[in-house]
């Protein structure tokens, strides 16, 4: 073969080359979630090679099932089939909230351990809860919590005496049934709770509780389970029906005229303030919250009448302005203070003064009388003015504005013990000098 002679090369077809060597499994990584963090999948060597969708390795096997209970309707049994509860069946109640109008369960009791029978009543109880418009879970729902979440906003809005109810509740009945259930409190508990009050315990106020405050106190237990039955969170009020213990009222306690005269001998050397506010709660026979609250538009010189803002029956009262109230309220005008309506006003804000309670408390005792509060002068203003001639128990009532006689007679109106003196020696007189005239 000489040098010049050309040689055709063979082209020869290489067979495709073997894909290179993979690792036990190759991670994937996969787009960011909602908040950021990344995320990887490993795929098997295999699937990729066989074209095959990439497994998803975060997929789990079902941790339980659940299988409808015949004849029970929305009422299904559940198996769990891993961790702590495996094996156990759990029978559930599947329905639409009435409250919130979103679906959910609520367990009703576990397979074997409940008897059926129980809990077909259990699931119908619910239902009828639901047909009403009640939440099954709200019942589930404590004391505590719903008095903080439902009843004391509920309260601060319709009630005046908000403050007491709520105090009554935080300091007597939360802290013997505030974990309890809702639906779990009964008439049992209620009683309970008056027997705790009874007994007494260091933490009350002089270790033990009168009636009249128990009574009060199962009260506000009473009305707080009332607007649960309102908002559809239980059907009945448990504690409806619980008698109340029988009161013993005070006496009514008045001032005389030889204490008048000593009280108003000891009020003249306290600040002016404090002198037109003791003289215009015995000139109107009103309640302290009620001439606190009064304001300089309150005054309606043109119908000869004070607007009340704030009095116990909630509702608008008005008083009549005499000669004697309109001097007191002329001798407040230089005592107002800038940018501040009220007729008694703070120091600081635009608010009205805090009940001077100590302060009458020093008057009493510089007048040798015992402590009392502000009812004291509305009370003898009830007295006096029933020793008038010609007053009647009626006129006085309205005075006060009472809409019952009966509080005036029974709460009210005091007999100074010098009128009881002298009514038991005239009787007495009367008598023996009648006897002496028949021996005649």
């Not at 009161?247 to 005269?261: C, F, I, Q, V, Y």
């Not at 302290?288 to 009064?294: C, D, F, P, S």
């Not at 006689?405 to 005091?414: C, G, I, M, P």
Request: proline share 7%; hydrophobic share 40%.
């Amino acid at each position: 073969m000489s040098h010049s002679t050309k040689v055709s090369p063979t082209v020869v077809e290489l067979a495709p080359s073997a894909p290179a060597a993979r690792t036990s499994a190759e991670i994937i990584v996969l787009p960011t979630d909602k908040i950021g963090r990344k995320r990887i999948q490993r795929v098997a060597p295999l699937a990729l090679a066989c074209g095959a969708d990439a497994p998803d390795l975060k997929a789990r096997a079902p941790r339980q099932t659940e299988k409808r209970v015949p004849d029970l309707p929305g009422v299904v049994e559940i198996t769990y089939r891993s961790g702590k509860p495996k094996g156990r069946k759990v029978w559930f109640l599947r329905y639409r909230d009435p409250l919130t109008g979103k679906y959910t369960s609520i367990r009703l009791g576990e397979v074997g351990v409940m008897p059926y029978i129980e809990m077909a009543a259990l699931a119908k109880r619910h239902q009828d809860d639901i047909a009403a418009g009640r939440s099954p879970k709200s019942g589930l729902m404590t004391l505590m919590t719903f008095v903080r979440l439902y009843f004391h906003p509920w309260v601060q809005q319709h009630q005046r005496s908000s403050k007491d109810t709520t105090a009554r509740l935080t300091r007597y009945v939360l802290p013997l049934l505030g974990d309890k259930p809702l639906q779990n409190i009964d008439r049992r508990d209620g009683e309970r709770l008056v027997k705790r009050l009874l007994d007494g315990d260091p933490s009350m106020r002089f270790g033990e509780l009168n009636p009249a405050t128990i009574n009060r106190v199962l009260m506000a237990a009473l009305r707080a389970l009332g607007h649960a039955v309102e908002v559809g969170f239980i059907a009945k009020n448990p504690f409806k029906g619980i008698r109340k213990l029988k009161e013993s009222p005070p006496s009514p306690k008045a001032l005389d005229a030889d204490e008048s005269d000593r009280f108003l001998a000891a009020l003249a050397d306290e600040p002016l303030l404090f002198v037109l506010l003791i003289k215009l709660l015995l000139a109107t026979a009103a309640r302290i919250n009620e001439i606190l609250a009064l304001q300089e538009t309150d005054i309606d010189f043109a119908n000869g009448v004070v607007h009340l803002r704030m009095t116990k029956a909630g509702e608008a009262q008005t008083l009549p302005l005499t000669t004697t109230v309109a001097a007191i309220l002329e001798a407040l005008a230089p005592l107002r203070r800038p940018g501040n309506p009220h007729l008694f006003p703070a120091r600081t804000g635009a608010g009205h003064m805090v009940a001077p309670y100590k302060r009458l408390k020093k008057v009493l005792a510089a007048a040798g009388l015992d402590p009392a509060g502000f009812h004291l002068f509305r009370k003898t203003v009830a007295t006096r003015a029933m020793e008038l001639p010609g007053m009647d128990v009626l006129t006085v009532s309205k005075l006060l504005r009472h809409k019952s006689v009966r509080t005036l007679e029974v709460h009210y109106l005091a007999t100074p013990k010098k009128r009881l003196r002298q009514a038991a020696n005239d009787v007495g007189e009367l008598l023996l000098l009648r006897r002496k005239g028949g021996c005649a």
